[in-house]
């Protein structure tokens, strides 16, 4: 599968799961809504307390699988992955990319304030997904 091809199709999505590899090299799997920006990055936001974040600064390679309503069509992007620092600041670049996924993934928030201090209060970092590959079937 072409990789344009794929990021056409969960550009239409929003929801999928990312696979992180734990240190036995398993992988860990979770539930995600993400955004796929017009540079071509999925971004997606998590905390620094959580697996995926300790997984990914380990190995710095994920997998997001997205698949059609009727479960049967679906595309898997591999990816290289960057984080950014957790969110310290409410004014920080953390906070502002934050800003820009949830506009991107779910519209306007009702309190920018809250949110801002939300990011902060959780430790939100964003994962930017660079893929690199794609298969799947079943979506065209």
Do not use: C
Not at 113 to 122: H, K, P, Q, T
Request: aromatic share 8%; charged share 30%; no cysteine.
């Amino acid at each position: 599968m072409e990789l344009k091809s794929a990021l056409d199709f969960i550009r239409t999505r929003q929801n999928g799961v990312l696979v992180t590899l734990k240190r036995d090299g398993r992988p860990q799997l979770s539930n995600i809504t993400y955004a796929l920006g017009a540079d071509g990055l999925v971004r997606v936001s998590i905390t620094a307390d959580r697996a995926k974040f300790v997984n990914l600064r380990r190995d710095p390679r994920a997998s997001l699988y997205v698949s059609k309503e009727d479960f049967w069509g679906y595309v898997v992007i591999d990816a290289d992955v960057e984080l950014t620092p957790a969110a310290a600041d409410v004014n920080d670049a953390t906070v502002e990319e934050l800003i820009v996924l949830y506009r991107d993934a779910a519209g306007e928030h009702p309190d920018w304030d809250e949110y801002r201090a939300a990011m902060v209060s959780d430790r939100r970092v964003v994962v930017r997904l660079h893929p690199v590959h794609a298969y799947g079937m079943g979506i065209d």
